[in-house]
């Protein structure tokens, strides 16, 4: 496998790789006016308690009881959790190539993710992505969150790989830059096309290259 010889590990993000953001603005306005709630108000809160959530220091019904739930409301927490969750779309094709390659040169990979317990358990359940992934380096369960480079150091830690062996994928520039700055190969994802051909430069070419 020239080229690819030297990577053992693929370090991937979930929000924006292989799936759908999990509660980014986006998102978290389309909830609020689905909800009739203050987005200012929302908002405001949401900054207040995410990085908490994110870190596993709150659960998602303390982080809604302050965000959403300090007031009555006309809807249950159960409907909005619904609602948040349904949010969550797959990008088949990005799963697809990352399991592809993981079968084909038998690669670990690893999920570093800011997420929060609840929605990060539904959204690994519910697209299987433990079929494909080592593990999951995600905020939530390690008190650690990017931007904070020791969650990489970590990473690492956990897949016993070096940081020139591994090829992490994020559509976060920021985080691609301090991957990099760990000496992690870095591919900084816009689309499935995009991620493939540098994979594929990289010496990671999947079935129908």
């Known amino acids: 496998m020239a080229g690819g010889s030297q990577i053992t590990t693929l370090f ?89 390659l993981k079968a084909r040169y038998r690669l670990k990979v690893v999920v570093v993710s800011n997420e929060g317990r609840e929605l990060n358990a539904h959204r690994i359940g519910k697209y299987k992505l433990g079929s494909f992934v080592y593990a999951f380096v995600s905020s939530c369960f390690v008190h650690l969150r990017k931007p904070d480079a020791d969650i990489f150091q970590l990473a690492l830690d956990i897949a016993q790989t070096p940081a020139a062996k591994v090829i992490y994928i994020d559509n976060t520039a920021m985080l691609v830059q301090i991957a990099e700055g760990l000496g992690i190969r870095s591919i900084l994802h816009t689309d499935y096309k995009t991620t493939r051909a540098q994979l594929s430069a990289l010496g990671l070419k999947d079935k129908e290259s």
Request: net charge positive; hydrophobic share 40%; glycine share 6%.
């Open 12 to 100: 991937v993000d979930i929000g924006g790789v292989l799936l759908t953001n999990g509660w980014d603005h986006v998102i978290r306005k389309r909830a609020v006016t689905h909800s009739k709630l203050k987005l200012s108000e929302s908002e405001e809160r949401h900054h207040l308690m995410f990085a908490a959530y994110e870190e596993g220091k709150l659960t998602l019904e303390d982080y809604l009881g302050r965000v959403a739930f300090h007031k009555s409301r006309p809807f249950t927490r159960a409907e909005f959790r619904r609602y948040m969750f349904a949010q969550s779309k797959p990008y088949p094709q990005m799963i697809e190539l990352i399991a592809s």
